[in-house]
């Protein structure tokens, strides 16, 4: 499938019946994503650790994460997960949620499929009465990085990344929801 403007995109939640779903979808956009990057050795030893159906279904029953699947003509395209749990201090805001995972499937990038869960993410963040949400970006991700300013985060931190033995640096990322005690 190629990208296209006129198909739309569909959101739901994630439930465990989805979970080999999910870990191939997760793997494949990761490794698309990163793997030109980064040496196949930090990655299989992250993508082993981090995809397995058997993680994204211990990830699906968490209560403090939500996943989200974007789907286009029936098809998975994209995945959006939040996660509760404290925020850096860089943040500099306790009553925010993270965006610890968005991605489209290669296929779809430029289809609408990350602002489709963008929009479902900082939808969720208000309704839950969030005030922030916030995210950890690769430094050298300049297309990621890009989309989020676009939507209007702002560069607040840094933190650190393991990807197998590679300790990578991230850039950590907020804007404020629409909705919260205070507007975006």
Do not use: H
């Not at 870990?23 to 490794?31: D, E, Q």
């Not at 943040?91 to 990038?109: C, F, K, S, W």
């Not at 890009?146 to 804007?175: C, K």
């Amino acid at each position: 499938m190629t990208p296209s403007a006129t198909l739309p995109v569909t959101t739901r939640q994630a439930t465990p019946t989805d979970a080999a779903l999910l870990a191939s979808l997760a793997a494949t956009t990761f490794r698309d994503t990163f793997g030109p990057d980064n040496t196949p050795e930090n990655m299989v030893a992250y993508m082993s650790s981090a995809f397995g159906a058997d993680i994204q279904a211990a990830e699906l029953g968490d209560p403090r994460v939500t996943v989200y699947l974007a789907e286009v003509s029936g098809e998975v395209a994209g995945y959006a997960m939040l996660r509760e749990g404290p925020a850096p201090a860089s943040v500099g805001e306790a009553n925010a949620v993270e965006i610890a995972r968005l991605y489209a499937a290669t296929r779809m990038i430029g289809a609408g499929v990350g602002a489709t869960l963008m929009r479902r993410c900082l939808d969720e963040a208000a309704a839950r009465g969030r005030r922030a949400v916030w995210l950890g970006v690769w430094e050298r991700n300049p297309r990621a990085i890009a989309f989020y300013r676009r939507w209007a985060f702002e560069d607040v931190g840094s933190t650190t990344f393991d990807l197998g033995r590679d300790r990578q640096a991230d850039r950590v990322m907020m804007r404020r929801v629409s909705g919260g005690s205070e507007g975006a």
